[in-house]
């Protein structure tokens, strides 16, 4: 019980920045993603793993961050739609979830075999990322 007032209570203080936070984490792991799909950083087993790892994390977490009027905030673009369509909403990050967990499912204790079975795991991951900014991000 005091473990998760204190989650709350952490969300109520900044729960834009902490969201923000979060897909920034997403940010940096795509981006180590994408660049070894892409051969610019070798291949990495351990890097791999900690890369769908971190997506896993923030899927995980991400959905608590949204309380009612912290469409409201300066800093923030994430679209009022949310707070129209949260089903719609928590579909997308449905998809994301199921996918990060089966990504980390597949790379197993020492991250994915080799670099085509991180493109598979990652792949799979970052094709919900679009899906969700078209419908429930803004650009400001
Ligand atoms: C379920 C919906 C959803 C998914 C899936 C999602 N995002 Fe986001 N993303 C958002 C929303 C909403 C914001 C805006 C948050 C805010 O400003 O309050 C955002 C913001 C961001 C930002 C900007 C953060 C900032 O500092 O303003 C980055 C970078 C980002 N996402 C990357 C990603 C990547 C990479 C993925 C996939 C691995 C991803 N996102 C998946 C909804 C999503």
């Given amino acids: 019980m005091l473990a998760v007032s204190g989650v709350t209570a952490v969300a109520s203080e900044d729960p834009v920045a902490t969201r923000k936070a979060l897909m920034q984490s997403n940010g940096a792991a795509a ?3 994408g660049g070894m799909m892409k051969g610019e950083i070798p291949y990495n087993a351990a890097a791999a793993k900690a890369a769908l790892a971190s997506f896993n994390a923030a899927a995980t977490a991400f959905g608590d961050y949204f ?3 912290s469409d409201m905030d300066a800093n923030t673009t994430a679209s009022p739609k ?3 369509d949260m089903e719609g909403f928590e ?3 449905d998809k994301f979830q199921t996918a990060a ?3 980390m499912q597949a790379a197993g204790k020492d991250g994915p075999a080799d670099l085509d079975a991180f493109k598979a795991a990652a792949g799979s991951v970052l094709g919900t ?3 969700c900014h ?3 991000r803004v650009k400001n």
């Fill in 129 to 131: 990322c679009k899906d």
């Fill in 101 to 103: 967990a089966a990504a």
């Fill in 82 to 84: 949310i707070w129209e």
């Fill in 67 to 69: 309380p009612e009027g």
């Fill in 91 to 93: 579909a997308e990050l």
């Fill in 134 to 136: 078209e419908g429930y």
């Fill in 31 to 33: 981006g180590l993603s």
